[in-house]
């Protein structure tokens, strides 16, 4: 069984950074795909940062575009995110989600593309870290 574990929080001053690690455990897939989403209150969970474990390619939410990183290591069972030039509106819940579509694809009806897969699409999560912008 397959789990990860990530940070219970964050913080940082506006214009500040902070990189967060999630750690996946048991039996991954090397060629699935990993990475975090954002949740802010009463919303739902979205994704802002994905990368394919099985070709090293990333996406990325139009809001972090540009301010955001996301890696991996050579286990493929760890995944960064790099977050810079961080505003008061990137306080949220960020959780870590693995073993999600090959090649990170996003489906709509019978048609599927590489890009951000939607939350339903993970079978695994992290407890979530709660990261806060000071202004």
């Known amino acids: 069984q397959v789990q990860v574990v990530q940070p219970e929080r964050g913080s940082a001053q506006a214009g500040g950074s902070l990189n967060l690690t999630c750690t996946a455990s048991?039996?991954?897939?090397?060629?699935?795909?990993m990475g975090w989403f954002q949740q802010l209150p009463g919303k739902e969970r979205e994704p802002v940062a994905l990368?394919?474990?099985?070709?090293?390619?990333?996406y990325y939410a139009d809001s972090v575009e540009g301010r955001f990183t996301v890696s991996q290591d050579n286990t493929k069972k760890v995944v960064y995110l790099q977050m810079n030039s961080l505003n008061p509106e990137d306080t949220a819940m960020y959780f870590c989600?693995?073993?999600?579509?090959?090649?990170?694809?996003?489906?709509?009806?019978?048609?599927?593309?590489?890009?951000?897969?939607?939350?339903?699409?993970?079978?695994?999560w992290g407890q979530g870290t709660q990261v806060s912008v000071s202004s």
């Open positions: 989600a693995a073993e999600g579509p090959l090649g990170c694809t996003l489906c709509t009806g019978n048609v599927c593309e590489p890009g951000l897969s939607r939350a339903g699409d993970f079978p695994v």
């Open positions: 048991g039996h991954t897939d090397p060629l699935k795909c």
């Open positions: 990368i394919s474990s099985y070709n090293g390619a990333t």
